[in-house]
C-alpha cells in the first residue's frame, strides 16, 4: 500500500507530473472567505465561482458531497463539502464532521482513478474545521491510498 507523501511548500502550486486534483474541504453554508480557500482564490477563480454557484442552485449542496472544477490542463480542484456551519458548536463538537470527511474522500478516490490523478492537499479538515489529523489520517488511508492513489499533503513553509 502506498503512504502519504508529506511535502514542504504550497498544495495550490502540486510537485508532479500528470493530472493532479488539489482536495479541500468546505462548509455547508456557501461560505468561502478564510483559510485554504484563499490560497486557492489567490490563483484561480473557477473553483469559488463554481462553490458559490452549487450552493445557489442547491442541487446536491450536502455534507459529503464534492465538486470538480477543471482549473487548468491536469489540474482539478476538488470542493469537498467535509465541514458544517463555520463554528463550533454549543456541545463544543467543531465544524469538521469526519464521516463527511470519509464520503468525500471515497468520492475523490473513483475521480482519481478515473482521470490517473495524484491527490494533492493541506492537512484537510485541521484549519478553521477544527479537526484532528490523527482522524484525518487514517480515512485517507482507508480511502484513498488502499487503491493506490497517490497522495502529497502539503505543510506550508
Not at 507523501?5 to 504550497?10: E, H, M, S, T
Not at 463554528?87 to 474522500?105: D, F, M
Not at 482513478?113 to 493541506?122: D, K
Not at 479537526?131 to 485517507?140: A, L, N, R, S, T
Request: proline share 4%; hydrophobic share 35%.
Amino acid at each position: 500500500m502506498k503512504t502519504i507523501n508529506y511535502l514542504k511548500g504550497d498544495a495550490t502550486n502540486p510537485q508532479t507530473e500528470g493530472n493532479k486534483i488539489i482536495a479541500h474541504i468546505c462548509n455547508d453554508m456557501g461560505g468561502w472567505g478564510k483559510g485554504f480557500v484563499l490560497a486557492i482564490s489567490k490563483k484561480r477563480k473557477a473553483p469559488e465561482k463554481e462553490y458559490r454557484n452549487w450552493f445557489k442552485i442547491n442541487s446536491n449542496f450536502d455534507l459529503g458531497e464534492i465538486q470538480l472544477v477543471n482549473v487548468e490542463k491536469e489540474i482539478w480542484v476538488a470542493n469537498m463539502i467535509g465541514q458544517h456551519k463555520i463554528n463550533t458548536n454549543s456541545q463544543g463538537i467543531p465544524p469538521i464532521r469526519y464521516k463527511a470527511v470519509e464520503e468525500c474522500l471515497e468520492k475523490l478516490n473513483d475521480a482519481a482513478l478515473r482521470l490517473n490523478a495524484s491527490i494533492h492537499m493541506p492537512r484537510i479538515g485541521c484549519g478553521l474545521a477544527r479537526g484532528k489529523w490523527e482522524e484525518i489520517e487514517p480515512i485517507i488511508n482507508r480511502t484513498l491510498l488502499k487503491n493506490n492513489v497517490k497522495v502529497c499533503v502539503y505543510d506550508f513553509e
